[in-house]
């Protein structure tokens, strides 16, 4: 059974500061992970994924793979207010990388803070 | 495009009663997923589904039963409902390009179960 650690937060961040969320991986096999944004009463939504091959910059959203110590980091700068939220973080749950579910953290809690 | 669409969002069930939930995506996307959402416990994978005609049970599929109806639908029935499955229950579709693992998510169904 896969497993990721997160910690549960809150994580406070200044407004306009570089908010990092981190996540640690079990399966040294991994080959995606992906970060989802969960609004409180509502659905998670995908906002960024990356594969082992490398980082990924998307906006003001910026996703690091730390293979060595099993981990995945994902900055966010220029933080808003809106940011506020919790992240997920997921793998894969088979590590053919298929159609079999994912396996998500508990996920961080982040107040952005005017 | 609706995208992933859920029905009901609210449900209040009494102990012993069943229900189906119910799930459909427009997105052509061959691969769907049920998750429940417990406080402190995280996302986690109940049954899903990889193409049209297949099942196959996730990490946590006791008490549940699904069927994938067409590439459309994919259903989740409690048979006979137990305080512990009140939970949020999360309909997902996999996008097949570039990974099917790659899923986005229903707006959810508040199940309690009195």
């Known amino acids: 059974q896969k497993e990721v650690e997160q910690n549960s937060g809150p994580l406070s961040v200044p407004e306009g500061a570089i908010a990092s969320l981190n996540c640690t991986y079990s399966?040294?096999?991994?080959?995606?992970f992906f970060w989802y944004r969960q609004y409180s009463g509502k659905s998670p939504e995908l906002i960024m994924f990356?594969?082992?091959?490398g980082d990924k910059e998307d906006g003001r959203f910026t996703a690091q793979l730390n293979k060595a110590s099993q981990y995945v980091s994902l900055l966010i700068r220029d933080s808003q207010p809106s940011d506020s939220a919790t992240y997920l973080c997921?793998?894969?749950?088979?590590?053919?990388?298929?159609?079999?579910?994912?396996?998500f953290g508990k996920g961080t809690h982040l107040i952005i803070q005017p | 495009n609706a995208g992933v669409t859920q029905t009901p969002k609210f449900q209040v069930l009494k102990t012993g009663q069943s229900m189906t939930l119910q799930c459909a995506q427009d997105?052509?996307?061959?691969?769907m997923y049920w998750y429940r959402q417990d406080p402190g416990m995280g996302l986690r994978l109940i049954y899903y589904?990889?193409?049209?005609?297949?099942?196959d049970k996730g990490e946590v599929p006791n008490g549940y039963n699904v069927s994938r109806l067409n590439k459309r639908e994919f259903s989740l029935r409690l048979e006979s409902a137990a305080p512990s499955q009140t939970s949020v229950y999360f309909c997902?579709?996999?996008?097949?390009?570039?990974?099917?693992?790659?899923?986005?998510f229903g707006p959810g169904t508040r199940l309690t179960v009195l």
């Open positions: 399966d040294r096999g991994s080959q995606s």
């Open positions: 589904s990889a193409s049209e005609g297949t099942t």
């Open positions: 997921a793998v894969p749950s088979d590590s053919g990388g298929g159609a079999d579910g994912l396996t």
């Open positions: 990356i594969y082992s091959n």
């Open positions: 997902a579709s996999g996008r097949d390009f570039p990974r099917a693992d790659t899923q986005y």
């Open positions: 997105m052509n996307h061959n691969s």
